[in-house]
Protein backbone atom coordinates (compact mmCIF):
# COMPACT_ATOMS: atom_id res chain seq x y z
CA UNK A 1 0.00 0.00 0.00
CA UNK A 2 2.96 2.56 0.95
CA UNK A 3 4.16 1.55 -2.95
CA UNK A 4 1.08 3.41 -4.12
CA UNK A 5 1.94 7.39 -5.16
CA UNK A 6 -1.61 8.11 -4.13
CA UNK A 7 -0.34 7.05 -0.18
CA UNK A 8 2.62 8.64 -0.34
CA UNK A 9 1.25 12.08 -1.73
CA UNK A 10 -1.29 11.75 0.73
CA UNK A 11 0.51 10.84 3.98
CA UNK A 12 3.55 13.43 2.23
CA UNK A 13 0.63 16.38 2.43
CA UNK A 14 -0.61 15.88 6.09
CA UNK A 15 2.78 14.89 7.46
CA UNK A 16 3.63 18.89 6.44
CA UNK A 17 0.17 20.49 7.30
CA UNK A 18 0.60 18.62 10.82
CA UNK A 19 4.10 19.79 10.88
CA UNK A 20 3.11 23.88 9.62
CA UNK A 21 0.08 23.99 11.85
CA UNK A 22 1.96 23.03 15.46
CA UNK A 23 5.22 25.03 14.42
CA UNK A 24 2.84 28.00 13.85
CA UNK A 25 0.63 27.18 17.38
CA UNK A 26 3.64 27.09 18.99
CA UNK A 27 5.34 30.34 17.66
CA UNK A 28 2.55 32.04 17.91
CA UNK A 29 0.93 31.02 21.46
CA UNK A 30 4.26 31.90 22.77
CA UNK A 31 4.60 35.66 20.73
CA UNK A 32 0.69 36.15 21.79
CA UNK A 33 2.02 35.21 25.92
CA UNK A 34 5.11 37.30 25.58
CA UNK A 35 2.77 40.53 24.30
CA UNK A 36 0.00 39.83 26.85
CA UNK A 37 2.12 40.05 29.97
CA UNK A 38 4.16 42.66 28.38
CA UNK A 39 1.36 44.99 28.24
CA UNK A 40 -0.24 43.91 31.53
CA UNK A 41 2.93 44.33 33.39
CA UNK A 42 3.08 48.10 31.50
CA UNK A 43 -0.26 48.56 33.00
CA UNK A 44 0.04 47.47 36.48
CA UNK A 45 3.69 49.96 36.44
CA UNK A 46 1.76 53.06 35.28
CA UNK A 47 -1.20 51.75 37.56
CA UNK A 48 1.26 51.61 40.57
CA UNK A 49 3.25 54.70 39.80
CA UNK A 50 -0.16 56.54 39.67
CA UNK A 51 -0.68 54.89 43.30
CA UNK A 52 2.50 55.83 44.69
CA UNK A 53 2.17 60.03 43.79
CA UNK A 54 -1.08 60.09 45.53
CA UNK A 55 0.07 58.26 48.62
CA UNK A 56 3.44 59.88 49.04
CA UNK A 57 1.12 63.11 50.68
CA UNK A 58 0.11 60.60 53.14
CA UNK A 59 3.25 58.78 53.90
CA UNK A 60 4.92 61.20 56.13
CA UNK A 61 4.82 60.86 59.85
CA UNK A 62 2.88 57.87 61.21
CA UNK A 63 0.36 57.62 58.07
CA UNK A 64 -3.46 56.99 58.85
CA UNK A 65 -4.20 53.92 57.86
CA UNK A 66 -8.10 54.46 57.38
CA UNK A 67 -7.11 57.13 54.70
CA UNK A 68 -4.45 55.11 53.11
CA UNK A 69 -6.62 52.15 53.04
CA UNK A 70 -9.42 54.21 51.37
CA UNK A 71 -6.81 54.95 48.40
CA UNK A 72 -5.90 51.49 48.28
CA UNK A 73 -9.35 50.96 47.61
CA UNK A 74 -10.13 53.46 45.13
CA UNK A 75 -7.53 52.64 43.01
CA UNK A 76 -7.99 48.50 43.53
CA UNK A 77 -11.61 49.20 42.20
CA UNK A 78 -10.63 51.24 38.86
CA UNK A 79 -8.16 48.56 37.81
CA UNK A 80 -9.48 45.32 39.28
CA UNK A 81 -6.66 44.15 41.35
CA UNK A 82 -5.66 44.03 45.28
CA UNK A 83 -3.77 47.07 46.02
CA UNK A 84 -1.39 46.95 49.27
CA UNK A 85 0.77 50.26 51.04
CA UNK A 86 3.30 49.49 53.06
CA UNK A 87 5.39 51.95 55.27
CA UNK A 88 9.60 51.32 54.73
CA UNK A 89 9.70 48.57 57.06
CA UNK A 90 7.12 46.68 55.31
CA UNK A 91 4.51 47.02 57.50
CA UNK A 92 1.02 47.17 55.98
CA UNK A 93 -0.12 50.94 56.08
CA UNK A 94 -3.39 50.07 53.19
CA UNK A 95 -4.75 47.40 51.89
CA UNK A 96 -7.68 47.06 49.84
CA UNK A 97 -9.28 44.32 51.29
CA UNK A 98 -10.95 45.24 54.10
CA UNK A 99 -12.06 41.92 55.10
CA UNK A 100 -8.97 39.58 56.14
CA UNK A 101 -6.97 41.78 54.79
CA UNK A 102 -3.11 42.38 56.08
CA UNK A 103 -3.49 45.85 57.85
CA UNK A 104 -0.84 46.31 60.40
CA UNK A 105 0.80 43.01 59.52
CA UNK A 106 4.61 42.91 57.87
CA UNK A 107 4.76 41.74 54.42
CA UNK A 108 8.18 40.16 53.67
CA UNK A 109 8.06 39.94 49.95
CA UNK A 110 11.26 39.79 47.44
CA UNK A 111 8.98 42.59 45.43
CA UNK A 112 8.56 44.89 48.18
CA UNK A 113 11.77 44.55 49.44
CA UNK A 114 13.34 45.37 46.19
CA UNK A 115 10.91 48.80 45.72
CA UNK A 116 11.92 49.48 49.75
CA UNK A 117 15.45 49.63 47.36
CA UNK A 118 14.33 52.36 45.24
CA UNK A 119 13.64 49.45 42.35
CA UNK A 120 10.77 47.78 40.54
CA UNK A 121 9.70 44.41 42.05
CA UNK A 122 7.91 42.17 39.42
CA UNK A 123 6.92 38.84 39.71
CA UNK A 124 4.80 36.22 37.78
CA UNK A 125 3.95 33.08 39.88
CA UNK A 126 0.89 30.52 40.60
CA UNK A 127 -1.02 31.23 43.39
CA UNK A 128 -2.16 28.26 45.58
CA UNK A 129 -4.50 29.94 47.12
CA UNK A 130 -6.76 31.17 44.33
CA UNK A 131 -5.63 28.80 42.30
CA UNK A 132 -4.55 30.99 39.02
CA UNK A 133 -1.47 32.77 37.88
CA UNK A 134 -0.94 36.11 39.54
CA UNK A 135 1.37 39.00 38.93
CA UNK A 136 3.38 41.04 41.47
CA UNK A 137 4.46 44.20 41.22
CA UNK A 138 6.09 46.80 43.73
CA UNK A 139 7.04 50.43 43.45
CA UNK A 140 8.60 52.94 45.74
CA UNK A 141 6.86 55.67 47.74
CA UNK A 142 9.21 58.44 47.55
CA UNK A 143 8.84 61.85 49.46
CA UNK A 144 11.38 64.46 48.53
CA UNK A 145 13.83 61.41 46.98
CA UNK A 146 13.53 59.25 49.75
CA UNK A 147 12.01 56.09 49.94
CA UNK A 148 9.15 55.94 52.16
CA UNK A 149 6.99 53.08 51.47
CA UNK A 150 5.90 51.28 48.50
CA UNK A 151 3.04 50.49 46.47
CA UNK A 152 2.53 46.67 45.94
CA UNK A 153 -0.24 45.31 43.35
CA UNK A 154 -1.58 41.71 42.99
CA UNK A 155 -3.12 41.21 39.67
CA UNK A 156 -4.97 38.29 38.36
CA UNK A 157 -3.58 36.81 34.70
CA UNK A 158 -6.43 34.36 34.48
CA UNK A 159 -8.09 36.71 31.77
CA UNK A 160 -5.07 36.60 29.63
CA UNK A 161 -4.50 32.57 29.99
CA UNK A 162 -7.66 32.36 29.08
CA UNK A 163 -7.71 33.86 26.06
CA UNK A 164 -4.60 32.28 25.11
CA UNK A 165 -6.25 28.99 26.02
CA UNK A 166 -8.89 29.92 23.63
CA UNK A 167 -6.70 30.43 20.81
CA UNK A 168 -4.84 27.46 21.39
CA UNK A 169 -8.26 25.68 21.11
CA UNK A 170 -9.08 27.38 17.73
CA UNK A 171 -5.74 26.72 16.46
CA UNK A 172 -6.27 22.68 17.49
CA UNK A 173 -9.85 22.84 15.82
CA UNK A 174 -8.46 24.54 12.63
CA UNK A 175 -5.28 21.99 12.79
CA UNK A 176 -7.52 19.41 12.49
CA UNK A 177 -9.38 20.69 9.87
CA UNK A 178 -6.96 21.63 7.86
CA UNK A 179 -5.73 18.08 7.97
CA UNK A 180 -9.33 16.85 6.96
CA UNK A 181 -9.24 19.01 3.83
CA UNK A 182 -6.10 17.94 2.67
CA UNK A 183 -6.60 14.53 3.51
CA UNK A 184 -9.81 14.93 1.29
CA UNK A 185 -7.83 17.45 -1.17
CA UNK A 186 -4.99 15.19 -1.74
CA UNK A 187 -7.05 11.67 -2.11
CA UNK A 188 -8.41 13.81 -4.94
CA UNK A 189 -5.48 15.05 -6.42
CA UNK A 190 -3.55 11.91 -6.28
CA UNK A 191 -6.46 9.87 -7.73
CA UNK A 192 -6.39 12.32 -10.42
CA UNK A 193 -2.76 11.90 -10.66
CA UNK A 194 -2.34 8.08 -10.81
CA UNK A 195 -5.52 7.11 -12.41
CA UNK A 196 -4.14 8.33 -15.91
CA UNK A 197 -0.54 7.08 -14.84
CA UNK A 198 -2.46 3.62 -13.91
CA UNK A 199 -3.91 3.80 -17.54
CA UNK A 200 -0.28 4.10 -18.93
CA UNK A 201 0.99 1.34 -17.52
CA UNK A 202 -1.34 -0.74 -18.67
CA UNK A 203 -1.29 0.08 -22.34
CA UNK A 204 2.67 -0.18 -21.63
CA UNK A 205 2.56 -3.47 -20.65
CA UNK A 206 -0.22 -4.77 -23.44
CA UNK A 207 2.60 -3.00 -25.91
CA UNK A 208 5.29 -4.93 -24.57
CA UNK A 209 3.22 -8.28 -25.08
CA UNK A 210 2.95 -7.05 -28.31
CA UNK A 211 -0.47 -5.42 -29.05
CA UNK A 212 0.52 -2.46 -30.15
CA UNK A 213 -2.83 -0.87 -31.01
CA UNK A 214 -3.00 1.05 -27.88
CA UNK A 215 -4.29 4.89 -26.78
CA UNK A 216 -5.00 6.55 -23.71
CA UNK A 217 -7.16 9.24 -22.76
CA UNK A 218 -5.45 12.29 -22.27
CA UNK A 219 -7.54 13.98 -20.15
CA UNK A 220 -5.78 17.11 -18.83
CA UNK A 221 -2.60 19.52 -20.37
CA UNK A 222 -0.36 19.19 -17.47
CA UNK A 223 2.55 16.94 -17.52
CA UNK A 224 0.65 13.81 -17.59
CA UNK A 225 -1.67 14.97 -20.61
CA UNK A 226 1.45 15.51 -22.36
CA UNK A 227 2.90 12.27 -21.47
CA UNK A 228 -0.21 10.45 -22.74
CA UNK A 229 -0.13 12.76 -25.70
CA UNK A 230 3.30 11.39 -26.47
CA UNK A 231 2.82 8.02 -25.70
CA UNK A 232 -0.53 8.23 -28.37
CA UNK A 233 2.33 9.62 -31.01
CA UNK A 234 4.49 6.66 -30.14
CA UNK A 235 2.25 3.83 -30.28
CA UNK A 236 0.53 5.58 -33.52
CA UNK A 237 4.40 5.78 -34.79
CA UNK A 238 4.86 2.26 -33.74
CA UNK A 239 2.03 0.82 -35.30
CA UNK A 240 2.76 2.47 -38.63
CA UNK A 241 6.34 1.51 -38.31
CA UNK A 242 5.85 -2.47 -38.18
CA UNK A 243 2.93 -1.73 -40.68
CA UNK A 244 5.80 -0.41 -43.15
CA UNK A 245 8.03 -2.74 -42.41
CA UNK A 246 5.77 -5.76 -42.76
CA UNK A 247 4.83 -4.36 -46.24
CA UNK A 248 8.28 -4.40 -46.89
CA UNK A 249 8.92 -7.95 -45.65
CA UNK A 250 5.58 -8.92 -48.53
CA UNK A 251 6.89 -6.72 -51.26
CA UNK A 252 10.83 -7.99 -50.38
CA UNK A 253 9.76 -11.66 -50.81
CA UNK A 254 7.40 -11.40 -53.43
CA UNK A 255 10.33 -9.54 -55.52
CA UNK A 256 12.56 -12.43 -54.72
CA UNK A 257 9.60 -14.95 -55.94
CA UNK A 258 9.78 -14.62 -59.16
CA UNK A 259 13.11 -14.99 -60.01
CA UNK A 260 13.24 -17.91 -57.92
CA UNK A 261 10.29 -19.85 -59.33
CA UNK A 262 11.50 -18.32 -63.36
CA UNK A 263 15.37 -20.09 -61.88
CA UNK A 264 13.79 -22.93 -60.86
CA UNK A 265 11.64 -24.12 -63.91
CA UNK A 266 14.63 -23.20 -65.77
CA UNK A 267 16.72 -25.79 -63.95
CA UNK A 268 14.26 -28.14 -63.83
CA UNK A 269 14.03 -28.32 -67.27
CA UNK A 270 17.70 -28.19 -67.91
CA UNK A 271 17.63 -31.66 -65.95
CA UNK A 272 14.76 -33.13 -67.48
CA UNK A 273 14.45 -32.33 -70.98
CA UNK A 274 17.06 -33.35 -73.77
CA UNK A 275 18.46 -29.85 -75.04
CA UNK A 276 21.11 -29.03 -77.81
CA UNK A 277 23.65 -26.90 -76.95
CA UNK A 278 22.25 -23.99 -78.46
CA UNK A 279 19.10 -24.34 -76.35
CA UNK A 280 20.84 -24.76 -73.13
CA UNK A 281 22.80 -22.14 -73.76
CA UNK A 282 19.74 -20.01 -73.98
CA UNK A 283 18.79 -21.41 -70.71
CA UNK A 284 22.07 -20.67 -69.35
CA UNK A 285 21.89 -16.71 -70.15
CA UNK A 286 18.32 -16.92 -69.19
CA UNK A 287 19.68 -18.14 -65.52
CA UNK A 288 22.20 -15.89 -65.66
CA UNK A 289 20.02 -12.95 -66.16
CA UNK A 290 17.25 -14.07 -63.33
CA UNK A 291 20.39 -14.43 -60.80
CA UNK A 292 21.52 -10.60 -62.10
CA UNK A 293 18.40 -9.70 -60.88
CA UNK A 294 18.28 -11.38 -57.47
CA UNK A 295 21.79 -9.80 -56.59
CA UNK A 296 20.40 -6.51 -57.65
CA UNK A 297 17.26 -6.61 -55.44
CA UNK A 298 19.58 -8.28 -52.44
CA UNK A 299 21.85 -5.49 -53.32
CA UNK A 300 19.30 -2.57 -53.38
CA UNK A 301 17.19 -4.28 -49.90
CA UNK A 302 20.52 -4.52 -48.34
CA UNK A 303 21.26 -0.99 -49.44
CA UNK A 304 18.12 0.08 -48.18
CA UNK A 305 18.88 -1.77 -44.73
CA UNK A 306 21.85 0.38 -44.09
CA UNK A 307 20.92 3.32 -44.78
CA UNK A 308 17.35 3.01 -42.21
CA UNK A 309 19.72 2.02 -39.36
CA UNK A 310 20.51 5.23 -37.00
CA UNK A 311 23.59 5.53 -37.03
CA UNK A 312 26.00 4.30 -40.24
CA UNK A 313 29.86 3.60 -40.13
CA UNK A 314 30.17 6.17 -42.98
CA UNK A 315 31.50 9.18 -42.10
CA UNK A 316 30.45 12.49 -43.92
CA UNK A 317 33.09 14.78 -45.08
CA UNK A 318 33.18 18.60 -46.87
CA UNK A 319 34.39 17.86 -50.52
CA UNK A 320 33.74 18.63 -53.89
CA UNK A 321 31.41 16.40 -55.62
CA UNK A 322 32.72 17.53 -59.26
CA UNK A 323 34.98 14.96 -59.67
CA UNK A 324 32.88 11.81 -58.52
CA UNK A 325 29.87 13.14 -60.87
CA UNK A 326 31.98 13.16 -63.55
CA UNK A 327 33.41 9.86 -62.49
CA UNK A 328 29.89 8.05 -62.53
CA UNK A 329 28.52 9.41 -65.46
CA UNK A 330 31.62 7.87 -67.43
CA UNK A 331 31.04 5.21 -66.01
CA UNK A 332 27.36 4.93 -67.50
CA UNK A 333 28.51 6.62 -70.43
CA UNK A 334 28.94 3.18 -72.71
CA UNK A 335 25.30 1.88 -71.18
CA UNK A 336 23.97 4.90 -72.78
CA UNK A 337 26.20 4.63 -76.02
CA UNK A 338 25.10 0.88 -76.69
CA UNK A 339 21.14 2.01 -76.18
CA UNK A 340 21.83 4.84 -79.36
CA UNK A 341 21.28 7.56 -76.17
CA UNK A 342 23.60 10.45 -75.59
CA UNK A 343 25.08 11.59 -72.68
CA UNK A 344 25.75 15.09 -72.07
CA UNK A 345 26.76 17.17 -69.15
CA UNK A 346 27.20 20.42 -68.28
CA UNK A 347 29.55 20.95 -65.17
CA UNK A 348 31.63 23.11 -63.24
CA UNK A 349 35.55 22.57 -63.22
CA UNK A 350 34.82 22.77 -59.63
CA UNK A 351 32.41 23.39 -57.08
CA UNK A 352 32.27 24.68 -53.29
CA UNK A 353 32.36 21.52 -50.70
CA UNK A 354 29.30 19.94 -49.62
CA UNK A 355 29.32 18.09 -46.43
CA UNK A 356 28.26 14.35 -47.64
CA UNK A 357 29.24 10.85 -47.66
CA UNK A 358 30.74 10.42 -50.94
CA UNK A 359 29.72 7.13 -52.01
CA UNK A 360 26.31 7.48 -51.16
CA UNK A 361 26.12 10.71 -53.78
CA UNK A 362 27.74 8.93 -56.65
CA UNK A 363 24.78 5.67 -56.14
CA UNK A 364 22.26 9.06 -56.50
CA UNK A 365 23.71 10.21 -59.55
CA UNK A 366 24.21 6.43 -60.92
CA UNK A 367 20.51 5.75 -60.16
CA UNK A 368 18.98 9.07 -61.54
CA UNK A 369 20.99 8.48 -64.74
CA UNK A 370 20.60 4.97 -65.08
CA UNK A 371 16.85 5.55 -64.69
CA UNK A 372 16.90 8.22 -67.44
CA UNK A 373 19.16 5.60 -69.49
CA UNK A 374 17.20 2.81 -69.30
CA UNK A 375 12.98 4.84 -69.71
CA UNK A 376 14.54 6.58 -72.75
CA UNK A 377 14.50 4.57 -76.61
CA UNK A 378 17.13 4.87 -78.75
CA UNK A 379 18.26 7.98 -80.27
CA UNK A 380 16.95 9.90 -77.25
CA UNK A 381 18.94 12.54 -74.84
CA UNK A 382 20.21 12.21 -71.28
CA UNK A 383 21.52 15.95 -70.44
CA UNK A 384 23.29 16.32 -66.96
CA UNK A 385 23.29 20.04 -65.32
CA UNK A 386 25.47 20.81 -61.80
CA UNK A 387 25.03 24.24 -60.96
CA UNK A 388 25.22 26.36 -57.95
CA UNK A 389 22.43 28.22 -56.93
CA UNK A 390 22.58 30.71 -53.22
CA UNK A 391 23.69 28.13 -50.64
CA UNK A 392 23.19 25.06 -52.54
CA UNK A 393 24.50 22.73 -55.17
CA UNK A 394 21.82 21.83 -57.75
CA UNK A 395 22.23 18.71 -60.08
CA UNK A 396 19.08 18.17 -62.55
CA UNK A 397 19.07 14.95 -64.89
CA UNK A 398 16.90 15.30 -68.21
CA UNK A 399 15.99 12.81 -70.10
CA UNK A 400 13.87 12.66 -73.46
CA UNK A 401 11.89 9.31 -72.57
CA UNK A 402 8.14 9.00 -71.96
CA UNK A 403 8.01 11.36 -68.56
CA UNK A 404 6.62 10.75 -65.55
CA UNK A 405 2.54 11.38 -65.22
CA UNK A 406 1.72 13.90 -62.67
CA UNK A 407 -0.21 10.81 -60.37
CA UNK A 408 3.10 9.30 -60.21
CA UNK A 409 5.48 11.60 -59.19
CA UNK A 410 5.38 11.46 -55.49
CA UNK A 411 5.11 7.53 -55.42
CA UNK A 412 7.94 6.28 -57.67
CA UNK A 413 9.93 7.59 -54.64
CA UNK A 414 8.24 4.43 -52.33
CA UNK A 415 9.78 1.34 -51.90
CA UNK A 416 9.29 -0.79 -55.02
CA UNK A 417 6.89 1.28 -56.70
CA UNK A 418 7.06 1.11 -60.76
CA UNK A 419 5.12 3.34 -63.15
CA UNK A 420 4.98 -0.26 -65.22
CA UNK A 421 6.08 -3.46 -63.50
CA UNK A 422 6.06 -5.15 -66.40
CA UNK A 423 8.59 -3.08 -67.73
CA UNK A 424 10.68 -2.43 -65.07
CA UNK A 425 10.79 -6.09 -64.45
CA UNK A 426 11.90 -6.46 -68.21
CA UNK A 427 14.82 -3.42 -67.91
CA UNK A 428 15.36 -6.12 -64.42
CA UNK A 429 14.47 -2.71 -62.02
CA UNK A 430 13.10 -3.28 -58.47
CA UNK A 431 11.54 -0.09 -58.15
CA UNK A 432 14.27 0.59 -55.23
CA UNK A 433 16.54 2.53 -57.02
CA UNK A 434 14.61 5.78 -56.21
CA UNK A 435 13.58 5.24 -52.51
CA UNK A 436 17.70 4.72 -51.89
CA UNK A 437 18.16 7.85 -53.84
CA UNK A 438 14.94 9.89 -51.39
CA UNK A 439 16.88 8.20 -48.54
CA UNK A 440 20.19 9.53 -49.21
CA UNK A 441 19.33 12.91 -50.13
CA UNK A 442 17.01 13.55 -47.15
CA UNK A 443 19.75 12.48 -45.17
CA UNK A 444 22.31 14.68 -46.48
CA UNK A 445 19.71 18.05 -45.46
CA UNK A 446 18.77 18.21 -49.28
CA UNK A 447 15.66 17.72 -51.63
CA UNK A 448 14.79 15.54 -55.01
CA UNK A 449 11.69 16.02 -56.78
CA UNK A 450 10.78 15.24 -60.53
CA UNK A 451 9.41 17.89 -63.26
CA UNK A 452 7.76 17.50 -66.96
CA UNK A 453 11.02 18.91 -69.47
CA UNK A 454 9.84 22.34 -70.37
CA UNK A 455 8.79 22.04 -74.20
CA UNK A 456 9.98 17.84 -74.65
CA UNK A 457 8.83 15.63 -73.67
CA UNK A 458 10.68 13.56 -70.74
CA UNK A 459 11.42 13.94 -67.11
CA UNK A 460 13.45 15.75 -64.83
CA UNK A 461 15.11 14.57 -62.17
CA UNK A 462 16.39 17.47 -59.45
CA UNK A 463 18.19 17.13 -56.50
CA UNK A 464 19.85 19.69 -53.93
CA UNK A 465 22.78 19.75 -51.52
CA UNK A 466 23.63 22.72 -48.72
CA UNK A 467 26.81 24.05 -49.39
CA UNK A 468 29.58 23.20 -46.03
CA UNK A 469 29.83 26.34 -45.42
CA UNK A 470 25.51 27.40 -44.94
CA UNK A 471 25.58 24.25 -42.80
CA UNK A 472 28.07 26.26 -40.90
CA UNK A 473 26.31 28.94 -40.79
CA UNK A 474 23.04 27.37 -39.75
CA UNK A 475 24.83 25.62 -36.65
CA UNK A 476 22.47 27.21 -34.06
CA UNK A 477 25.06 27.60 -30.98
CA UNK A 478 27.21 30.02 -33.31
CA UNK A 479 25.59 32.90 -33.20
CA UNK A 480 26.46 35.70 -35.91
CA UNK A 481 27.17 39.09 -34.49
N1 LIG B 1 13.68 8.87 -65.99
C1 LIG B 1 12.53 8.18 -65.88
N2 LIG B 1 11.61 8.22 -66.88
C2 LIG B 1 10.45 7.57 -66.76
N3 LIG B 1 10.08 6.85 -65.69
C3 LIG B 1 10.96 6.75 -64.68
C4 LIG B 1 12.21 7.42 -64.72
N4 LIG B 1 12.87 7.17 -63.56
C5 LIG B 1 12.05 6.37 -62.83
N5 LIG B 1 10.91 6.10 -63.52
C6 LIG B 1 9.76 5.32 -63.05
O1 LIG B 1 9.86 5.25 -61.60
C7 LIG B 1 9.89 3.90 -61.19
C8 LIG B 1 10.76 3.76 -59.99
O2 LIG B 1 12.12 3.95 -60.29
P1 LIG B 1 13.22 3.23 -59.49
O3 LIG B 1 14.54 3.71 -59.92
O4 LIG B 1 12.86 3.39 -58.05
O5 LIG B 1 13.02 1.72 -59.83
P2 LIG B 1 13.49 0.88 -61.05
O6 LIG B 1 14.29 1.72 -61.94
O7 LIG B 1 12.29 0.25 -61.60
O8 LIG B 1 14.39 -0.22 -60.37
P3 LIG B 1 15.92 -0.14 -59.97
O9 LIG B 1 16.26 1.32 -59.89
O10 LIG B 1 15.98 -0.81 -58.65
O11 LIG B 1 16.68 -0.86 -60.96
C9 LIG B 1 10.41 3.13 -62.38
O12 LIG B 1 9.95 1.81 -62.34
C10 LIG B 1 9.81 3.90 -63.53
O13 LIG B 1 8.48 3.46 -63.76
MG1 LIG C 1 16.06 2.76 -61.11
Known sequence: MFNSIRTKLTVTYLALILAVMVLTSFFLLN??????????????????????????????????????????????????????????????????????????????REEIAKALDGERGETIQFSEQSNQWVMQIAVPIKVEGTTVGSVFISSSLSLIYQVLEDVRKFLQIATALAILLAAILGTFFAHQITVPIESLTQATEQMARGDLNQRVRVRSKDEIGRLATQFNHMSGRMQEMTRQLRDFVANASHEMRTPLTSLNILVKSLREYPLDVKEREEFLADIDMELERLIHLVESLLDLTRLDRLATDDTMQAVDIVPTVVNTLDMLRSRAENKGIILRYTVPTQAPPVFVVIHQI?????????????????????????????????????????????????????????????????????????????????????????????????????????????MYENLPVIKKT
Open 31 to 108: ILEQYYLAYHSETMNRAANLVSEFSSGYMQGTPDIVTVSNLAEDFARQIGSRVIITDQRQRVVGDSLRVGGLLGSSLN
Open 362 to 470: KQVVFNLVDNAIKYTPSEGVVSVVLYQEADQLILTVADTGSGIPAEHREKIFERFYRIDKARSREQGGTGLGLAIVKEIVSRHGGEIWVEDREGSQGAKFIFTLPLAAS
